[in-house]
Structures are given as structure tokens and as C-alpha cells.
């Protein structure tokens, strides 16, 4: 298995257009997760899936986000409308359920979107 | 509000002495802590966990020590090398009882440099 695997590694985009990330989880986890990482900042999460199901999502996830993840593999994170406060490295992770916290979630490299 | 904090923005070690990083919390419903390093332009990589019912855990040159009462936890790297220069992150993961279950909610970061 090579790890978390995410698409693409970088994306410059004008504000206003739309934009897709994708998410290659290790395949045998049930639980994915994305988070947004900015300068200075440690990674804020975002929402995260198991298998195909959407469990939660946080206040930072404006209607201009979604994300999907159909039947429980790969995930997209769509981002309506971009605004230059998106610009942000997109991190994806994916665990087990009941292993994730003692063996660690692990993390794709990330996405780094730039809005100008 | 930031549920777990790391105060020190970074910290600098000579090649060979011990490196320790603090990270305090607020929020006493989360059940694992984590550390994970991350590199420049590549996702988070896990390091160690440990578990709120234990108050130590060590694997290799690393070891994590967590306070309950205190709510705080460090990690102990001895003894440094330079490749351990790295941003070292502290996360916690939400317990089943309460609003952050599942998730992990990290740090603001701290730079470790080890000097030669």
C-alpha cells in the first residue's frame, strides 16, 4: 500500500472559479478525514466520512464546501466560488475506526491551493 | 476557543541533548493524545500516541508524558539527531461522550531545530 495519496499537489485558481481535490485513502480504512492547514496554524478539521457516510462537519465548512465520498473509497473535496481566504494546504487522512488514535491517523501530503 | 495549545513557537537543541515539547489542553473529554512531525510541503506523520488512562508511553527515542490533572502533555526526544528538525504537532482526539469524538484537534505547532 503506498500511504494516503492526494491530487493534485498544488492548484493556482482565480477567484471565483471552482475547484476539486481528490483523496486516495489506504484501502483497507473505514474512516476519512480532511482538514485545512494554514500558516502558523496546526490543521483544523473540516469534516471526515465512514465508509460512504458523511458523520460530521465543522463551522468552518461554508456552503461553498462539500465533499463526498462514494462508496466508501477515493473522496472529493469541492470548493464553490473560491475566495482568497481558502488558499490553504488541503490535508487528507484516513484510519480505522478503532485503531486510529493509538497507531495514528495517517496524512496524505496535502493539496496547496492558492486563490488570486 | 483552542482546545489544545502549544506555547512555544519553536525551540532550538544541540545534537545529542534531550528536546522536549509541551502541549496543554482544556478539554478533559478527549481520550488519546498524538504527536506528529511534519516536514515542509508533506503531511503530518505520526510519531506516538497515548492513551488518557496512561500516564507514559515510549517507543524508541521518543516518549510521551501526560498530566491529567495538570492537563498536559510533553514529549521527549533523546537523544536529538538533526534530522529531527521538523514542526512537531500535539493532537487529541475526542472521546465517544463528548462534541469532538472522532476527530483530532491539534496544536498551533512548535519549530524544533537541532543544531549539529
Avoid at chain 1, 478525514?33 to 460512504?52: D, S
Avoid at chain 1, 477515493?74 to 488541503?90: H, K, N
Wanted: charged content about 20%.
Amino acid at each position: 500500500d503506498t500511504g494516503v495519496s492526494q491530487d493534485p499537489r498544488h492548484k493556482i485558481t482565480k477567484r471565483g472559479q471552482n475547484v476539486t481535490f481528490r483523496c486516495d485513502p489506504i484501502s483497507e480504512h473505514n474512516r476519512l478525514y480532511w482538514y485545512r492547514q494554514t500558516l502558523g496554524q496546526g490543521p483544523e478539521f473540516l469534516t471526515y466520512f465512514q465508509n460512504e457516510a458523511q458523520l460530521e462537519k465543522s463551522r468552518l465548512l461554508s456552503d461553498r464546501f462539500s465533499a463526498e465520498r462514494p462508496k466508501g473509497s477515493f473522496s472529493t473535496l469541492e470548493i464553490q466560488r473560491t475566495e482568497q481566504g481558502d488558499s490553504a494546504m488541503y490535508l487528507c487522512a484516513s484510519s480505522l475506526t478503532f485503531q486510529g488514535a493509538r497507531y495514528g491517523y495517517t496524512f496524505g501530503s496535502g493539496t496547496r491551493l492558492t486563490v488570486v | 476557543d483552542q482546545q489544545v495549545k502549544q506555547n512555544s513557537p519553536s525551540l532550538s537543541v544541540q545534537e545529542g541533548r534531550i528536546s522536549i515539547l509541551n502541549c496543554d489542553y482544556t478539554n478533559s473529554m478527549f481520550d488519546y493524545f498524538l504527536w506528529y512531525k511534519k516536514y515542509p510541503a508533506e503531511g503530518p506523520t505520526f510519531l506516538i500516541s497515548i492513551s488518557s488512562i496512561k500516564d507514559k508511553n515510549e517507543d524508541g527515542r521518543f516518549t510521551v508524558f501526560l498530566n491529567k490533572s495538570a492537563k498536559h502533555l510533553s514529549l521527549h526526544i533523546v537523544p536529538s539527531q538533526p534530522g529531527d528538525s521538523a514542526v512537531y504537532f500535539c493532537a487529541a482526539r475526542g472521546n465517544a461522550g463528548g462534541t469532538s469524538y472522532g476527530k483530532l484537534t491539534f496544536g498551533q505547532g512548535t519549530i524544533l531545530t537541532v543544531h549539529p
